[in-house]
């Protein structure tokens, strides 16, 4: 069983920086692809960033674009996403997932969630 276990969410100001991290445990990682998504009060879920099993292919967002970076280490089962010049509309609780093998940004064809962690940015 695939465990995803989040970390990094806090306070920052617009404009400043923050890093998450998400650690994969229960299955041999490069085989998943991994990918952050956010979900803010009132809103639908919302798919962020993702990265194929090898690291070789990555897709992001509009809204992120050229300010978040996902990145990943199969010999620490862990990955990353550095956000920079973050803006109040980044305020939402992120969600580390993964799938086996095809990297897409549909929500639903995700088969495991982390918890969860929060990132409140401050105007």
């Known amino acids: 069983q695939v465990q995803l276990v989040e970390s990094g969410g806090g306070l920052v100001q617009a404009g400043g920086s923050l890093g998450l991290s998400c650690a994969f445990s229960?299955?041999?990682?490069?085989?998943?692809?991994l990918g952050w998504f956010r979900q803010a009060p009132g809103k639908e879920r919302e798919f962020v960033a993702a990265i194929s099993g090898t690291g070789g292919q990555t897709d992001y967002a509009d809204s992120v674009k050229g300010r978040f970076t996902i990145s990943r280490d199969n010999a620490k089962n862990t990955v990353y996403l550095q956000m920079n010049s973050l803006k109040a509309e980044d305020t939402a609780l992120y969600y580390c997932?993964?799938?086996?093998?095809?990297?897409?940004?549909?929500?639903?064809?995700?088969?495991?969630w982390g918890q969860g962690t929060q990132v409140t940015v401050s105007s």
């Open positions: 229960g299955r041999t990682v490069s085989s998943y692809v």
């Open positions: 997932a993964a799938r086996p093998f095809v990297l897409t940004t549909t929500a639903q064809k995700y088969n495991y």
